[in-house]
T-cell receptor, first 113, second 115 residues
């Protein structure tokens, strides 16, 4: 079945540092890939997505490129802020997708001033 | 404003008690979902519904039940058969299913704890 693997957290960085959160996937066919973000006590919000190989999703300074050859969708940001502290989930939908998205376990990001 | 509303935000369950979590959406979405979130385990699918009066079990449906009598409502009942119900429960919806199911909209969640 489909699966998503993310790097273990928590990831702790200083403000203005470069961020990478690794995500790799296993799926049938050609999945669509997503990054969702969850702030404390809230639901998830879509951060960015990519629907085919070599697509780059971007939003709020975050970027991720759909790499079919390495089955990866790593999240990057050039200069993080304290307000970026949250839990980040990589996810995919493939095939019929009727049962929703398959999520990774989430990576807790902590940005220190 | 359109969105998904979950209530209550916090809920406490006594031993042997059934409790119901509410989820309402005014986005006119066909598909709705219930996820359970435990620390370090990400989101796991409990039940999902693609259309009114129809729903399917997800990966961890045991000890839970749902109904979908109206398009905008998808309540989740945590029954006494669920022995470890303490978790954060998230409801989500999407415009369609299958190839159009590309973005989920989430509610703000319900934290369920056992007394």
């Amino acid at each position: 079945g489909d699966s998503v693997t993310q790097m273990e957290g928590p990831v702790t960085l200083s403000e203005e540092a470069f961020l990478t959160i690794n995500c790799t996937y296993t799926a049938t066919g050609y999945p669509s890939l997503f990054w969702y973000v969850q702030y404390p006590g809230e639901g998830l919000q879509l951060l960015l997505k990519a629907t085919k190989a070599d697509d780059k999703g971007s939003n709020k300074g975050f970027e991720a490129t759909y790499r079919k050859e390495t089955t990866s969708f790593h999240l990057e940001k050039g200069s993080v802020q304290v307000s970026d502290s949250a839990v980040y989930f990589c996810a995919l939908v493939s095939g019929g997708g009727a049962d929703g998205l398959t999520f990774g376990k989430g990576t807790h990001l902590i940005i220190q001033p | 404003d359109g969105g998904i509303t979950q209530s209550p935000k916090y809920l406490f369950r006594k031993e042997g008690q059934n409790v119901t979590l509410s989820c309402e959406q005014n986005l006119n979405h066909d598909a709705m979902y219930w996820y359970r979130q435990d620390p370090g385990q990400g989101l796991r699918l409990i039940y999902y519904s693609q259309i009114v009066n129809d729903f399917q079990k997800g990966d961890i449906a045991e000890g839970y039940s749902v109904s979908r009598e109206k398009k905008e409502s998808f309540p989740l009942t945590v029954t006494s058969a669920q022995k470890n119900p303490t978790a954060f429960y998230l409801c989500a919806s999407s415009r369609g299913t299958g190839a159009t199911n590309e973005k989920l909209f989430f509610g703000s969640g319900t934290q369920l704890s056992v007394l």
